[in-house]
């Protein structure tokens, strides 16, 4: 699609349209003047006949308007994106139509915007939870924050544990993602930019999975560790998958805290991942708590 005559054939359209919404003012009011019966209606005739031109008029701008604007959108955004910024067009120019009608009745628009203001206040108030929705809705898919597709973690304090899984649909109000163990979760886009730590697993291809262990410290972390090591490159290797990064985190008071980044190509293979983590550090806990008696 060119823009430039798209955009020209949108202005000859536009002419044209005002072209024949004038003439037919004018013919439709020349004929109520000349007809006796319906002189005295002539002014309400009028406004009535003014209205529908403009609200058909109108409404063939905006169908003008929105395919020129969603012809350059889909050229630089995905489906979800155009979604977005097509509803904020919509609220827009129809808006601006049902002005534009209510001018046309000869409403005065002061007295009616003052009314208006009163109104959006408590519509506001009431549907504030709606439009942070909407509002994040429109950033995260415009922005491409996050997609269908993408493996994603959601850590909040709003729910606990976190959300891991793969993202399926991405719409205004919700982002449904289909959990590590089956389910389908959807969360409120407000959540992505609210009060919620959100991260891609996503590592040139590859799946990485944070996950912390915390082991009691009355045994040697570095022996833990060497030890843990060995057994999830046994493991791992029988799966034919990526062995897992295994680091020293922190110690807090009596524990030691470790790191282990879980590699996976399928985010429904994750759980089964850190069950094999957590029985080698448990096996490799107890072997050297309570190492096997040498026979004499």
Do not use: C
């Amino acid at each position: 699609m060119n823009p430039a005559k798209t955009l020209i054939r949108a202005i000859i359209i536009l002419l044209v349209v005002g072209f024949v919404v004038y003439i037919l003012h004018v013919v439709i009011s020349g004929f109520v003047a000349q007809n006796q019966t319906l002189a005295p209606y002539a002014r309400d005739i009028e406004l009535g006949v003014d209205a529908a031109l403009v609200g058909i008029g109108g409404y063939i701008i905006i169908r003008i308007i929105k395919y020129v604007n969603e012809g350059y959108i889909l050229s630089r955004t995905d489906n979800t994106g155009l979604r977005s910024i097509s509803l904020i067009v919509d609220l827009i120019l129809y808006t601006l139509l049902i002005l534009a009608i209510l001018s046309a009745l000869g409403v005065n628009l002061t007295g009616a915007a003052i009314g208006g203001a009163v109104g959006g206040v408590a519509i506001g108030l009431a549907a504030q939870t709606v439009a942070s929705n909407v509002l994040s809705g429109i950033l995260v898919t415009s922005s491409r924050t996050v997609r269908p597709g993408d493996s994603v973690i959601l850590q909040s304090w709003i729910w606990s544990p976190p959300i891991i899984g793969e993202v399926e649909r991405v719409s205004i109000l919700f982002t449904e993602v289909r959990t590590n163990t089956g389910n389908l979760v959807k969360v409120p886009n407000s959540a992505f930019l609210g009060n919620t730590v959100f991260t891609k697993l996503e590592d040139g291809g590859v799946l990485t999975y944070p996950y912390q262990l915390t082991v009691n410290a009355d045994v040697s972390a570095n022996q833990l560790l060497d030890r843990v090591k060995g057994i999830l490159e046994d493991e791992f290797k029988k799966e034919n998958s990526l062995v897992p990064d295994v680091t020293f985190y922190s110690k807090n008071g009596a524990t030691n805290i470790f790191l282990v980044r879980i590699k996976v190509t399928e985010i429904s293979k994750l759980n089964g991942y850190i069950d094999i983590v957590n029985k080698a550090f448990d096996k490799a806990y107890w072997e050297l708590k309570s190492p096997p008696t040498q026979a004499k």
